[in-house]
């Protein structure tokens, strides 16, 4: 069975530093990995989304990238900014069925 | 923002009672997807479907049926609610099943089941 892990479960910054969010998976039998955000009582909001053949995405200032063999993503944010507060989850989609199997998150707070 | 609604937005409701909840699209999507979270647990995919009266059970469908009789509309029916499907459910889209394909999330709908 898929397990996703994400460390750290919490992570509080001064704006402007850069970052980096974990996450696992213990089965690399996978077709992508994305990244998503949710904001409190929000739905997600998807960021980023690496192929199984891809080893990194960019968009803006986020980059994802992707250690298939090793089983393990990260996201990078780079001049992190108040608004960048919020929960970000990774999900796996396994090649065995249509699945996301998620991460619990890491909530970042960025702190004016 | 992806056409996703999802109704109500929040329910209280008592133990043993049915409930329904409501996903509707505007993108015509082919995949529609019912997921929980709760604290501890994550998301986890309750049902999904492929299409019209297409559908499939996912990792805690215990307890829900659900039913999709237009391509807009995608029903998550709580038979008889217990106080362990207290949760926030939340609908997801996706045009097709494509390693490319992301998920589009509706806003949620806060469950209470007393």
């Known amino acids: 069975k898929q397990e996703v892990t994400q460390i750290p479960a919490a992570l509080s910054v001064p704006e402007g530093e850069n970052l980096v969010l974990n996450c696992s998976f213990t089965?690399?039998?996978?077709?992508?990995l994305q990244w998503f955000r949710q904001d409190p009582g929000k739905g997600l909001t998807s960021l980023l989304l690496i192929q199984s053949s891809q080893r990194e995405q960019t968009s803006g200032r986020l980059n994802a990238s992707l250690d298939k063999s090793s089983g393990r993503s990260t996201l990078y944010i780079a001049a992190s900014q108040p608004g960048d507060s919020a929960t970000y989850l990774c999900?796996?989609?396994?090649?065995?069925?249509?699945?996301?199997?998620f991460g619990e998150g890491t909530q970042l707070t960025v702190n004016p | 923002d992806a056409g996703i609604t999802q109704s109500p937005r929040h329910k209280v409701t008592e133990t043993g009672t049915p409930v329904t909840l409501r996903c509707h699209q505007t993108e015509n999507h082919r995949y529609m997807y019912w997921y929980r979270q709760d604290p501890g647990h994550g998301l986890r995919l309750i049902h999904y479907s492929y299409g019209v009266k297409d559908t499939d059970k996912g990792e805690v469908s215990d307890g829900y049926s659900v039913s999709r009789s237009k391509t807009e509309d995608f029903l998550l029916t709580l038979e008889s609610a217990t106080s362990s499907q207290t949760s926030v459910y939340f609908c997801?889209?996706?045009?097709?099943?494509?390693?490319?394909?992301?998920?589009?999330f509706g806003p949620g709908t806060r469950l209470t089941v007393l």
């Open positions: 999900a796996v989609k396994e090649t065995s069925g249509s699945r996301l199997t």
């Open positions: 089965d690399s039998a996978i077709y992508n």
């Open positions: 997801a889209i996706s045009p097709q099943d494509l390693p490319t394909d992301t998920q589009y």
